[in-house]
């Protein structure tokens, strides 16, 4: 039955691979770096970067990158997102609530189907990003709504907006990433945040007068940037800082991630952990508020690669610190915002 009043909730986030194996990695990747807006140059362009340069090497490292971090019951996100389903459920029990995931199983239209077959008469898109870019919330918002436009029935959607300074998801922050970091007593933090090229920043600038053209030019909105990727992350961390009550100079932030060679945002991550242990930091502490759930980047980038680049450089010891996936915090901070929808 549709439209008998319920509302459902649909958690949208990119996916991963159905296994931590060569052909399935490569499909993964296929459709994933196939998004126009993930990889945001001419068809041809594309077409040619994905079929002759990425898909003939990357499948083969990216799948054992996967099956360094799989586990017993999965991919490491699609597992932390179903925990956080059924947290919600709990906590929202008059709400419907299912996951889609944008390049994987379970899909999106799958997804939609569900809550259309358990009668919800209105669907809230929650793209699972803090901070906004077009290649994440942009291209899953597009999909859902793409999906659900097919339907003969097309049914009510809203959105929930970024969420990259909600007090609840900083809360949540502290409050998962204040008890690790007591346990490992750092000397240094390190915010991580996924990158992005630098032209995907400059579409975001209606004037083209101010993203990038200046070191401050994130450091408030204005007409120019409200939708900047690069604002929303220093924003997150503004926000995380002040209520773990860090020292100015006790934090780094970086971008990690690049892909191709254009300027992405920076500085990059890998360098980043590599000077830090060479000018003489020895216990590193690494965050990483662009996911709300763990993940290949952040369990394999970061935790993996990230601490034998570090340990290497003179580093002595080197800690990753968890991300919101289920934690009760997130739960009932999560639900807070979804309750506003």
């Known amino acids: 039955m549709i439209g008998s009043g319920k509302t459902g909730i649909l958690l949208v986030n990119t996916g991963s691979p159905d296994a931590p194996e060569v052909p399935e990695t ?25 079929n002759f340069v990425i898909l003939p090497r990357r499948p083969k490292y990216s799948s054992a990158a996967y099956k360094s971090i799989w586990t017993d019951r999965g991919s490491p996100l699609v597992v932390n997102s179903e925990d956080l389903r059924d947290g919600l459920r709990e906590a929202l029990p008059d709400r419907l609530i299912e996951i889609g995931m944008a390049y994987s199983r379970p899909s999106v239209p799958q997804a939609l189907d569900a809550l259309l077959e358990q009668g919800a008469g209105r669907i809230v898109v929650a793209p699972m990003f803090p901070q906004y870019a077009s290649a994440t919330v942009g291209s899953v918002l597009e999909l859902t709504y793409k999906t659900a436009a097919s339907k003969p029935n097309v049914t009510a959607l809203s959105a929930v907006a970024p969420f990259y300074e909600e007090p609840e998801f900083l809360d949540a922050w502290a409050s998962v990433a204040r008890p690790q970091l007591e346990d490992f007593n750092a000397d240094h933090i390190f915010f991580s945040y996924h990158g992005l090229p630098e032209r995907q920043i400059l579409k975001c600038d209606p004037t083209g007068a101010h993203c990038l053209k200046q070191e401050d030019c994130c450091e408030r909105y204005r007409e120019a940037n409200p939708n900047c990727y690069r604002a929303h992350c220093f924003a997150t961390t503004r926000g995380i800082v002040e209520r773990l009550g860090l020292a100015k100079d006790g934090f780094t932030v970086a971008f990690q991630s690049k892909l191709g060679r254009d300027p992405w945002l920076s500085p990059a991550a890998d360098k980043t952990i590599v000077r830090l242990a060479q000018s003489g930091v020895k216990r590193l502490a690494i965050l990483s508020p662009a996911f709300v759930a763990d993940c290949i980047e952040t369990l394999e980038e ?10 290497e450089n003179g580093g002595e010891a080197f800690k990753l610190v968890s991300s919101l996936n289920s934690d009760p915090a997130w739960v009932s901070g999560f639900a807070s915002i979804l309750r506003r929808y």
């Open 302 to 311: 970061l935790g993996i690669r990230g601490k034998k680049s570090f340990l």
């Open 26 to 50: 490569r499909r993964y990747l296929r459709q994933f770096l196939s998004d126009p807006r993930v990889i945001d140059i001419s068809p041809i362009a594309r077409w040619l970067l994905l």
